[in-house]
């Protein structure tokens, strides 16, 4: 009864380590995934980056072909100052992106591990209610088995005293 109870309680917990390492690898399969679209992000902005430039030389040779007397070192200075506003507006807008999604991100892993961990506890908890229903039932078994075997040596003593009677 012992080595069963044992081999439950091993079968119990092999399956939670089971459990455990296909959630290590669920996270490592999604931490990959991100990678993955984070470096595909990443050259999509690049190849963002080589379009508008390239954009930009060909809008500038052609709305430059000459330097005449409407460009001046305002409207050159204005220029660069609206394309390093561009710029920076991008890489911010970037910075919030990923801080945001950086943010959901570890919310969301700490409410999966609460979850986890209350899963847990409410296994063990279950696991510990059979445990004890076990060990009653148990008991009563074995005073049941008592009970008859005390009735069985009544009647085999009453027996024993009927057949000394005829002796």
Partial sequence: ????????KDTFYNNIREEHRLMV???NN???NMQANQSYIAMQMQQARDTRS??????RQYY???FGPEENEEVVAKMNADNHFKKSFMNNSLRDQFTTEKCDNSNAKSSEVAQDKEFLRMAIEQQKAED??????EM????NLKSVWEEQMRHRKQFDQHDNLFK
């Fill in 25 to 27: 690898e669920a996270i």
């Fill in 30 to 32: 999604h931490k990959s």
């Fill in 54 to 59: 390239n954009q930009r030389d060909v809008d």
């Fill in 64 to 66: 430059k072909p000459h």
């Fill in 132 to 137: 004890q229903t076990m060990k009653q039932k």
């Fill in 1 to 8: 009864m012992k080595d069963k109870r044992e081999g439950e």
């Fill in 140 to 143: 009563i078994a074995r005073h």
